[in-house]
């Protein structure tokens, strides 16, 4: 049973950068077919797309985060991981990472993370 | 940027009753169209993709249809376990947008 699990700081300040790591088991992230994404929820808000990832480094991205949002790919861990610079308090949110088939929809989730930007 | 729209943003309807979800692409997004189920203090399940194709093991109850621009996530029969926010989601041109949410809550 494939299972992803995000890591990293639940707190960080205004300006600086935050830093997520998802952890997949279950499952080689190598595997053909699949790209892997990142998808954050404000509280009480809807989901937004913040980027997806390939095994071999190929990355989208939102073009409303695009300047400030980094994907990369670890295969060697089994993991990936998202940077996301200059936070402000707009960027707290609940941050999941997903499979994403094909690179069309997202049927594997982690259980979210919240990350609070604040000094 | 492809937006979408769901409606109505809020349904109350009692367990057994017939669920009726909308979302209204701003532009054709041919059949890439998933619809994803969230619970409070959970992460969304996926019950949809492609338009009309039931995940794994997703109930016969829910049901998909659309294309172009026009979608539909059906509910046939409500079950109390149904009660939550359902999210539509597309795919085009390698970006991602999603729908901001209907709720169905018990009547």
């Known amino acids: 049973q494939l299972q992803l699990q995000e890591s990293g700081p639940g707190l960080v300040k205004p300006s600086e950068t935050l830093s997520l790591t998802c952890t997949v088991s279950?499952?080689?992230?190598?595997?053909?077919?699949?790209?892997w994404g990142w998808i954050r929820q404000p509280p009480g808000k809807g989901l937004e797309w913040i980027g997806s990832i390939y095994y071999s480094g190929s990355t989208y991205y939102n073009p409303s985060l695009k300047s400030r949002v980094t994907i990369s790919v670890d295969t060697s861990k089994n993991q990936f991981s998202l940077k996301l610079s200059s936070v402000t308090a707009a960027d707290t949110a609940v941050y999941y990472c997903?499979?994403?088939?094909?690179?069309?929809?997202?049927?594997?989730w982690g259980q979210g993370t919240l990350v609070t930007v604040s000094s | 940027e492809i937006v979408l729209t769901q409606s109505p943003a809020t349904l109350s309807l009692s367990p057994g009753e017939r669920a009726t979800l909308s979302c209204r692409a701003s532009q054709s997004v041919s059949s890439y169209l998933a619809w994803y189920q969230q619970k409070p203090g959970q992460a969304p399940r996926l019950l949809i993709y492609?338009?009309?194709n039931r995940a794994t093991g997703i109930p016969a109850r829910f049901s998909g249809s659309g294309s172009g621009t026009d979608f539909t996530l059906t509910i046939s029969s409500l079950e109390p376990e149904d009660f939550a926010v359902y999210y539509c989601?597309?795919?085009?041109?390698?970006?991602?947008?999603f729908g901001g949410g209907t709720k169905v809550e018990i009547k």
């Open positions: 492609d338009a009309s």
């Open positions: 279950g499952g080689s992230i190598s595997s053909s077919s699949y790209y």
């Open positions: 997903a499979r994403v088939p094909q690179l069309r929809h997202f049927d594997y």
């Open positions: 989601q597309q795919r085009s041109n390698w970006l991602f947008s």
